[in-house]
Each structure stands twice: as structure tokens, then as C-alpha cells.
């Protein structure tokens, strides 16, 4: 009877075991995962060429999701300028700023249409804070050393399109 008692245990462990093994899904063609990464990285080296070939330099990265469009900048880039272009009124730049060092911050919006409706709506802080939201132009006195970044978008407090090209001058 001990011995029953002890077993139990042991093949309950053991078939639950099972289990979890047959549950994790397997891919049986190895060239498609790799295939897809090559796509993915294709991809993105497309992206990054395409900015290349506008004018930018490889030190500011451009990365689309969804309605997001994120510029990862060095802090040692600064003063730059950075162009793009909205073609939807929900979309948003972030501008990612690394390394940040430096106790201001200011930036100017400079959009191609004087009528396109675009601010700076707010600044995340190296210690995670965020203010906001500010107008065309921001100068900001920042706390600490880190990451820092611009997120840029339409007004809901004002009428227009938010629609058109545009850039944001850094100092």
C-alpha cells in the first residue's frame, strides 16, 4: 500500500509532464523561420535606405507602428532637424532621444502648410515623467541623465488638418 501511495504521485508528475511537451508546437522547416527572418531584415534595411536616400543619415532611425512613427536620435546628433510627413490625422512622431546629457531641451515644429494643426503634446523625462502638452515651439529644463523623448501630434484642442510634411528642429 506505501508503495502504491508513492507511485501515484510519480506518474501523475509523469503524465502531466508529457503533456507540456507535446503542447509546445514544433516547426518541422527550419528554412522558413530563417527565411523569414531575412525578410524582416530585408525589411527594415529597406526602411533605413529609404532614409538614407531622403537626405537623413544613419544616426537617426526611423521605425513605423502603426500609427506611431518613432526617430531614435543620439544626443550627440543635437542640434539637428528632422523631417517627415503626417498622412493621417491620428498619427504621432516620437522622438527618442539617447544619451541624454545636457540640462535643456528645445525644439521647434516647422510645418510645410503655416494652417497644419501639430504641437509637441508631450516630453517623457529620463526618470519617467511626462509633461505636456506644449505648442510648435518647447523648451524644457530636463531632470537627469537618460533617455528623453518628444512625442509630436495633433491638437485636439485646435481645428485643422493634421495631414502634411513638416520639420522639428532639435537644440
Known sequence: ????????PVI???????????EIPVKHNQTESVQERTE????????????????ETRDILRITEGDKIIRMVNS????????????DDRQQLI??????????????ITPENPL?????NQIKLPDGSY????????????????????MIGKSNM????AKGKFTVALQ
Open 76 to 87: 550627440a546628433r543635437i542640434p539637428t532637424a528632422i523631417s517627415d510627413e503626417f498622412t
Open 40 to 55: 524582416e531584415k530585408q525589411a527594415d534595411s529597406l526602411q533605413i535606405s529609404k532614409d538614407v536616400a531622403a537626405g
Open 1 to 8: 500500500m506505501k508503495k502504491l501511495l508513492f507511485l501515484i
Open 131 to 150: 509633461d505636456g502638452p506644449f505648442g510648435r515651439e518647447l523648451t524644457y529644463k530636463s531632470k537627469g541623465k537618460g533617455e528623453v523623448w518628444l
Open 158 to 161: 485646435a481645428s485643422g488638418e
Open 95 to 108: 522622438i527618442k532621444i539617447k544619451n541624454f546629457d545636457r540640462q535643456n531641451i528645445s525644439g521647434k
Open 116 to 120: 497644419m494643426n501639430i504641437r509637441f
Open 12 to 22: 501523475v508528475f509523469s503524465c502531466s509532464r508529457k503533456k507540456e511537451v507535446s
